[in-house]
């Protein structure tokens, strides 16, 4: 067999030739990754769990709003799929995390629309539950025989029409691909997935082997410990001793020593024949070794360290805020593009039910990145001595800043911008009442308007304080 280069090569030293050790080393992969390692992995390495799941945590951690006409019976529609105690953001939280480990999964849309499951969704009457089913390595939903589209002016070429189902009790039934939202796992190759039934890989198939090298080293650390100060006995003639079959006396004798060292705390050792010492193990030079294995595990999962690992940063000045960032803004790009179009498939549906034009609602994603008390009040004093340079150069006048800073902005005092005044201050009868802050709470979920004395939620949840204060102040003007 002939080999083809293009590369350097230094025939004076070897380099790059057949001389050349490193030529030698190839790419290789395995056949498949087995669903009993899946499953291990999942359930037992803390790590491994914690790749499949960051992604759909961090995607749904800070919640989703519908803004437009009707907004509120969409939502309510949305929460009606709650099953048992699962939310429906739980439930497609599941099944991206499915998608990600086996490879792949579908969100089955329990749609009443008269027809049987194997039929192109219909005109929707309701939607009644959601379900997620793992697919990809797990068997669970297979593509059926023969069924992919031969239309080449369909979106769907090339792409199966109908899967069967296979369930826990052994009973299969057949759903058509419009009934099903479907997650999948690491982006594939077209060739793999032909090999694999049509699925993506596993998120954890090429963190892998970084993975074995990692849970290795830190294994090897762990039995290091238990040598840490190993205890050495030492005794003139052993070797003549055990030759002669005097081999369970020195066993005794060592017994003897143990036994004392433990519980009188000293040792009667023969001065001249015995002797006892500890051999310990150094452990100076591990730590960097581990640093270079935290690095490198957290590259293979593509997330930082400080998340991965809930280890701080270190070095002068370190925040990793960087890192965190740069994460964050990854996953809501993905949300984006991945997230977005799976659950407007599901919402549209909720709307259908609802009766509110789809056209009319638009659907928001809370920030990621959310500030700390101290930088929103640093931001705050940056904005305040820049009004307090428009005010002095006669930019803009102080009742201008004033709406344009306290009508739509995150303050605790509230100016109507049709008025352009100040709620009034409550009279000697009236009750004081509650303050914007309290009326308008922040969550991890988002953020929610509650009524005047605080004991119920009037909406929400709302990606920014402003279109919870807008939200409240509808409900004031409709009083």
Request: some cysteine.
């Amino acid at each position: 067999m002939s080999q083809h280069y293009d590369a350097w090569q230094n025939l004076a030293t070897g380099l790059g030739t057949e001389r050349d050790k490193t030529t030698f080393g190839m790419p290789v992969s395995y056949a498949y990754v087995p669903l009993l390692w899946l499953e291990a992995l999942y359930s037992e390495d803390d790590i491994a769990r914690k790749i499949v799941d960051a992604v759909p945590e961090s995607m749904f951690r800070n919640g989703f709003t519908l803004k437009g006409e009707g907004s509120d019976s969409v939502l309510e529609v949305w929460r009606s799929l709650r099953v048992r105690e699962e939310s429906p953001e739980s439930l497609v939280q599941r099944c991206h995390s499915w998608g990600r480990l086996y490879g792949g999964s579908a969100l089955l849309l329990g749609a009443d629309d008269g027809l049987p499951f194997d039929k192109p969704l219909g005109a929707l009457r309701t939607i009644r539950y959601l379900l997620p089913i793992a697919g990809g390595a797990t068997g669970a939903i297979v593509a059926a025989h023969e069924s992919a589209s031969r239309d080449i002016a369909s979106p769907l070429y090339g792409l199966p029409t109908l899967y069967d189902v296979h369930t826990e009790s052994g009973s299969t039934f057949r759903v058509h691909e419009s009934r099903l939202v479907f997650f999948g796992g690491l982006e594939t190759t077209p060739l793999r997935r032909l090999s694999q039934g049509g699925w993506d890989d596993s998120v954890l198939r090429p963190v892998l082997r970084t993975l074995q090298q990692f849970s290795g080293a830190f294994d090897s650390i762990a039995h290091l410990m238990h040598d840490a100060a190993q205890a050495v006995f030492s005794f003139g003639g052993i070797r003549d001793a055990v030759a002669k079959g005097e081999g369970k006396t020195i066993v005794e004798r060592m017994i003897t020593i143990d036994r004392d060292r433990s519980s009188a705390r000293a040792l009667f050792l023969d001065r001249e024949h015995e002797s006892f010492a500890r051999e310990g193990v150094t452990f100076g030079g591990l730590a960097p070794v581990l640093d270079i294995f935290l690095s490198r595990m957290a590259s293979a999962a593509r997330m930082p360290v400080t998340l991965l690992f809930g280890r701080s940063p270190a070095g002068l000045n370190a925040t990793g805020e960087s890192d965190v960032r740069l994460w964050y803004d990854t996953l809501a790009a993905d949300r984006e593009t991945y997230l977005r179009p799976r659950l407007e498939r599901v919402l549209r549906l909720c709307a259908a039910q609802a009766n509110v034009p789809w056209e009319g609602l638009e659907l928001k994603f809370a920030a990621l990145w959310q500030e700390t008390d101290s930088e929103r009040e640093t931001r705050l004093k940056t904005r305040a001595d820049r009004d307090a340079i428009y005010v002095d150069r006669q930019v803009l006048s102080p009742e201008e800043v004033a709406l344009a800073r306290f009508a739509t902005d995150d303050s605790d005092v509230a100016i109507d911008p049709k008025t352009r005044e100040i709620a009034p201050l409550p009279t000697a009868d009236e009750p004081a009442p509650i303050a914007v802050a309290d009326m308008i709470r922040g969550s991890t979920e988002g953020w929610y308007v509650y009524s005047s004395d605080g004991t119920k939620r009037l909406g929400g949840p709302y990606a920014t304080r402003d279109e919870a204060l807008a939200r409240l102040r509808e409900i004031e003007a409709n009083k």
